[in-house]
């Protein structure tokens, strides 16, 4: 009894001084205590573990996979029954976390206007159907807490003057100075709206339907601590903290990655390093990569970070022939701490972001690339920076159409090209994450973009189970094709201690057309060089430039075959990968 009082003072006195700096005209110590009572109904889920270290974060075996509740549909069943289906029967282990985005009943945005965060869209099936998945697969959620829906039950006592609702919502003066707000998006700051109390102008980020949540009001943060722990009754176990750089506002400030966001982020790692549960915060920050490492904090913010420059960078060096700043990314970015890592991907929901290449290519470049990308017919959206001029925010595009071919145009190596990219990010460092339309070479959505007006629904088409199973079963479809080789790829990697997430990771100096890493396993027992052709010629890769150690045997991890010289040279195809490695892991 002494030991749990000792813990509970303990996790009590640190939670206090996290809301004392948030809200210093509050009494921080009753709202920690507020704070414990909602995240902790069972007081024996409290566990002293500082930081997490004491728990079984992530290893080199966990590969996500991102999609909507509704991306595979049947007739006979709800989507989230399909997308079960879909994983037992195609996906079965090889990738162990599913990531579906929003599944809550919603005005806009796909998901990311939320009605009701406690409730499941019934168009898409129930908290049973969530939970199954969640018995089976890591399970991520989306905790869209910058913003909410114009017609939830909250905003709607915003306009009537009723308690809770009325307090919730960040307010500005539309004469006040607004001028260094960074903004994602082109539209109008802030959106009056009439309300029992007269008009007032609600700050709105990302629309006109997504009001910003205030969170000077402590009672907005504990309305999500508590539907937080209402997640992990039914099975989430990692939170992605959505669009969270723009959480706390200030006038006359950019209102982005504020020192107040950076401690909400701080207060919650606390929450859930203190929770019996295995539970992982991600920030999705789509920033320059600077700003976007600041969310790791002293290992005391996000557990891990997404790689947000990774997409662009992949999309340059494979369109260009030339990896030159995929390189300098890959030198440049530190490895991640202790308890830290990256989530590396390629395509999301979203557009392929481009202010993560601030600093990293140079606007030329960028100039370049967006022009190629409009003649694969991708297209391009605008954001509105300080002073109100507009600049490319992200391209959108399907992944799988971006590598159509090079600056000279299409071409017929595009699944090469594609699964290039695709062997890079799987063995970069950090954990992998595939979204469901590269996992199944999904082309452009040109009918769901029309249909819904807005360009990133370019890559968010709706796809029958039936018909994608068909082309699965031919083994002549691009999808069989990539899908196949994607799991192919996915059985090696994920016995491979030298991918772990947090194995070291070394970029390698390689003649012009190679991008090169080496990885080496937490026990340094094991070693892979990871050397991929990002051009469409053949290209020379010299053995004695990576070093291989004369005492140990050497594969190629990808084909199988034995490296009989290690001072020898090979010949690697357009776009050929190989995973050199001092063991056969993986491998029949």
Same mark, same amino acid.
């Given at each position: 009894m002494t030991d749990d009082h000792t813990r509970m003072n303990h996790l009590q006195r640190r939670l206090t001084a996290q809301l004392q700096l948030l809200y210093p005209n509050h009494n921080a110590e009753r709202l920690a205590q507020r704070a414990i009572e909602l995240?902790?109904?069972?007081?024996? =889920?409290?566990?002293?573990?500082?930081?997490? !270290?004491?728990?079984?974060?992530?290893?080199? #075996?966990? &590969?996500?996979?991102? *999609? +909507?509740?509704? *991306?595979? =549909? #049947?007739?006979?069943?709800?989507?989230?029954?399909?997308?079960?289906?879909?994983?037992? %029967?195609?996906?079965?282990?090889? @990738?162990?976390?599913?990531?579906?985005?929003?599944?809550?009943? +919603?005005? $806009?945005? %796909?998901?990311?206007?939320? &009605?009701? +965060?406690?409730?499941?869209?019934?168009?898409?099936? %129930?908290?049973?159907? &969530?939970?199954?998945?969640?018995?089976? +697969?890591?399970?991520? !959620?989306?905790?869209?807490?910058?913003?909410?829906? #114009?017609?939830?039950?909250? /905003?709607?006592?915003?306009?009537?003057g009723e308690a809770p609702g009325k307090d919730y919502y960040y307010i500005a003066d539309p004469t006040a100075d607004l001028g260094e707000v960074v903004r994602p998006r082109a539209h109008p700051l802030l959106t009056p709206f009439r309300t #029992?109390?007269?008009?007032?102008?609600?700050?709105? *980020? /990302? $629309?006109a339907d997504q009001p910003d949540f205030d969170f000077t009001n402590p009672d907005v943060l504990l309305e999500f601590i508590k539907i937080i722990a209402a997640y992990i009754d039914h099975g989430v176990r990692v939170f992605r903290l959505d669009a969270v750089a723009f959480l706390w506002k200030k006038i006359g400030t950019s209102s982005i990655n504020l020192d107040e966001t950076h401690?909400?982020?701080?207060?919650l790692r606390t929450l859930m390093d203190h929770h019996a549960k295995t539970l992982i915060i991600i920030t999705e920050t789509n920033i320059p990569n600077h700003e976007n490492l600041t969310y790791f904090g002293n290992q005391n913010e996000a557990h891990v970070i997404y790689n947000f420059s990774l997409p662009p960078l992949l999309v340059h060096a494979l369109l260009t022939g030339d990896a030159l700043y995929l390189k300098r990314w890959t030198r440049s970015n530190p490895p991640a701490l202790s308890g830290c890592t990256y989530l590396n991907f390629t395509a999301s929901h979203d557009g392929i972001g481009l202010r993560p290449t601030e600093g990293v290519l140079p606007p030329g470049e960028v100039d370049q690339m967006l022009a190629a990308m409009r003649r694969f017919g991708g297209r391009i959206s605008m954001r509105r920076g300080p002073g109100g001029t507009e600049k490319p925010y992200e391209m959108n595009i399907s992944y799988f159409e971006a590598m159509q071919g090079t600056m000279a145009g299409p071409d017929d190596l595009q699944v090469d090209r594609f699964m290039a990219a695709m062997a890079i990010m799987l063995a970069l460092e950090g954990i992998p994450a595939i979204y469901i339309h590269s996992l199944l070479a999904t082309p452009n959505g040109y009918e769901e973009m029309n249909k819904t007006g807005h360009n990133r629904s370019i890559n968010r088409r709706q796809l029958d189970y039936d018909d994608i199973s068909s082309k699965l079963n031919d083994p002549t479809t691009i999808e069989a094709t990539v899908f196949q080789r994607f799991l192919g790829l996915i059985d @090696?990697?994920?016995?491979?201690? !030298?991918?772990?997430?947090? !194995?070291?990771?070394?970029?390698? *100096?390689?003649?012009?057309g190679l991008f090169g890493i080496w990885r080496q396993s937490l026990d340094r027992k094991q070693s892979i060089f990871a050397v991929t052709n990002v051009t469409n010629q053949n290209k020379t890769l010299s053995l004695a430039d990576i070093n291989l150690i004369a005492s140990d045997p050497w594969w190629d991890l990808i084909s199988g075959t034995p490296i009989s010289d290690i001072e020898g040279a090979q010949t690697l195809a357009p776009y050929q990968t190989v995973w050199i490695s001092n063991n056969t892991l993986g491998r029949d």
């Open positions: 995240f902790w109904p069972d007081k024996s =889920q409290i566990v002293e573990n500082e930081h997490g !270290a004491d728990k079984l974060l992530w290893d080199e #075996s966990d &590969i996500a996979l991102i *999609t +909507y509740g509704g *991306t595979i =549909q #049947s007739d006979r069943e709800a989507p989230l029954k399909t997308l079960y289906r879909f994983l037992k %029967d195609r996906v079965g282990q090889k @990738i162990g976390m599913v990531h579906i985005l929003p599944f809550f009943p +919603y005005s $806009s945005d %796909d998901g990311f206007a939320v &009605i009701d +965060y406690l409730a499941v869209n019934e168009n898409l099936g %129930d908290w049973l159907d &969530i939970e199954k998945i969640g018995a089976e +697969y890591r399970l991520m !959620a989306d905790l869209v807490i910058n913003h909410g829906s #114009s017609q939830s039950k909250w /905003f709607q006592q915003f306009l009537s #029992s109390d007269g008009d007032k102008h609600v700050w709105s *980020t /990302f $629309s401690e909400v982020i701080r207060l @090696i990697r994920k016995t491979q201690p !030298a991918f772990h997430p947090n !194995a070291v990771q070394f970029t390698l *100096t390689l003649p012009e």
